[in-house]
């Protein structure tokens, strides 16, 4: 008997030490402080932001990039980095969020930031002399909790003060690195209050004398790589032709972390120079992947229809149908678990004319 009433003795007990702690707590730190999963509600669903890319959105899991997060974007030069970034800017505008780019790396290209549809008149930027500044930067945009997101051009290009007002040859290890680390820890907190996104671009370092795995790291230290909650590992694995003429690049993009979803999924697109990332191109591969869209030999069909000969065509014919490519791409996200977009109101026909009916786009030889 008394075997059996000591437990709850000590349950009992142990509840109420433990109310005392969450109420000395509270009182100490402020009401919220701490709180049981359970109660109220504590769990919400992540909200993310598109990539502009929907292979990677589906392969992120969650449908986009998560608020309220650090993310990290590496790869080698000219593999997209920067376009990447511009697209995720372009879709938080179009949610009426607020941007920032800090541009460390003082290469910015804004007409071509304009044609991937970022909005330059709304777009906050800054041109920071040293990593202390930029940072700063950074810190005070997050504690104003009126940014919605923020983009670091490059970590490899935060110098530190000590560094620029040194010498050429000065030897100064670890300076960049403590930098990030301060850096995180002071912003971490602050970026999922206020629930801001923050993106940091990275380059590629070779490490000396690695004779198994990859020889390949980022620069800024191990810091980014914990306190990311998303990392992308992009890459340039082919070009895109017309004739002999090069239009643009074919690109991989690694899910290499992941703590809002499985990680390691990876996401092909075509980045056309000029636009962007190919979203009718996109629309068209995973469509014939779902089965939304049918491939035979080289022609694509949607609904028994044909809509062109060759992929090129097939892009041209859903960029000159906007509406049809929605329905696709909503038809492909369904498959995909990914929310649709909103779909168009349909055009009306005028009185004793019938609407208009999309034509195939054929080959250029053929037309």
Request: with cysteine; proline share 4%; aromatic share 4%.
């Amino acid at each position: 008997m008394d075997a059996a009433v000591k437990p709850a003795t000590l349950n009992t007990e142990k509840a109420k030490a433990l109310q005392a702690a969450l109420a000395q707590i509270e009182k100490q730190f402020g009401k919220g402080t701490i709180m049981r999963l359970g109660e109220g509600e504590v769990i919400d669903d992540i909200d993310v932001v598109s990539t502009g890319s929907l292979g990677l959105d589906a392969a992120l899991g969650v449908g986009g990039l998560p608020r309220g997060r650090v993310v990290e974007i590496y790869g080698p030069e000219s593999s997209g980095k920067t376009t990447l970034t511009l697209q995720v800017i372009s879709e938080m505008q179009k949610l009426g969020g607020t941007c920032a780019f800090i541009d460390a790396e003082h290469a910015l290209d804004v007409q071509y930031a304009q044609k991937l549809g970022v909005n330059l008149q709304d777009l906050l930027i800054s041109q920071p002399d040293t990593g202390e500044q930029a940072l700063e930067i950074v810190d005070a945009l997050v504690r104003s909790a009126s940014v919605d997101l923020v983009v670091v051009d490059s970590v490899a290009a935060l110098t530190p003060k000590a560094e620029i007002e040194g010498e050429m040859g000065d030897s100064l290890p670890g300076l960049q690195a403590r930098l990030m680390s301060q850096a995180l820890r002071k912003l971490t907190g602050t970026i999922k209050k206020n629930n801001t996104m923050v993106i940091f671009i990275n380059q590629i370092r070779m490490k000396i004398g690695v004779m198994f795995g990859s020889p390949e790291t980022t620069t800024g230290g191990n810091a980014l790589k914990f306190y990311a909650s998303v990392r992308l590992d992009i890459r340039r694995i082919g070009s895109i032709k017309k004739g002999e003429e090069v239009i643009g690049n074919e690109t991989k993009v690694k899910v290499v972390k992941n703590k809002v979803s499985p990680p390691f999924k990876t996401a092909e697109f075509d980045i056309l120079y000029g636009q962007g990332i190919s979203r009718e191109g996109e629309v068209i591969d995973m469509g014939v992947e779902a089965k939304v869209l049918e491939k035979s030999g080289s022609w694509y069909a949607y609904n028994g229809e044909k809509i062109g000969q060759g992929k090129d065509n097939a892009r041209e014919f859903l960029k000159e149908n906007p509406d049809l490519a929605v329905e696709i791409e909503n038809k492909v996200r369904e498959a995909l678990g990914i929310p649709l977009l909103p779909v168009a109101e349909p055009v009306v026909a005028e009185a004793g004319k019938p609407a208009k009916k999309a034509k195939a786009a054929a080959p250029k030889d053929e037309e």
